[in-house]
């Protein structure tokens, strides 16, 4: 599997910016607004870059190649990817918690801290279902997030 990720084509002097973090999202999916401007206060403007999950998802091979991509950085998951946050927060905590997990990682993996996106808030829509019933939808707001 070749990981491209979409980068932001951040040049300074010429010289390529070390990108600090790789946030992992669903390639069907965008950052908001709010989640890109906490991306940008945390790391930096243009020290980030999206790490796409095909829409097909990702093997367990696949993804212990992605673990292994990881130069330093930080990773934020914008999309959960279940495994991959085990393995990552694991490798943050404790280098030897992946062997006794059993995992068989070909190298060490290289990460220097674990984030997710959380909001508290809420937002409620009324909608009106095909039968004539009214149901109350909950959402996540599009504003309020943070890394933690």
Do not use: Y
Not at 87 to 98: I, K, M, N, P, Q
Not at 103 to 119: A, G
Not at 128 to 134: A, E, F, M, V, Y
Request: include cysteine.
């Amino acid at each position: 599997m070749k990981l491209e990720p979409l980068t932001r084509n951040v040049i300074a002097e010429k010289k390529e910016i070390k990108i600090k973090a790789k946030v992992i999202l669903n390639e069907q999916h965008s950052l908001l607004p709010d989640q890109e401007r906490v991306l940008d206060e945390k790391f930096g403007v243009g020290n980030w870059e999206t790490l796409p999950i095909p829409a097909s998802g990702w093997t367990l091979e696949d993804m212990d190649n992605v673990a292994m991509s990881f130069q330093g950085e930080e990773v934020v998951f914008a999309s959960p990817v279940p495994v991959l946050i085990k393995w990552l927060s694991g490798a943050v905590e404790s280098r030897d918690t992946l062997k006794a997990w059993g995992l068989n990682l070909k190298h060490e993996v290289d990460v220097s801290c674990v984030w997710v996106f959380h909001n508290d808030r809420r937002k409620a829509r009324e909608v009106t279902l095909n039968d004539g019933q009214k149901r109350i939808i909950h959402s996540v707001a599009e504003t309020g997030w943070k890394l933690v």
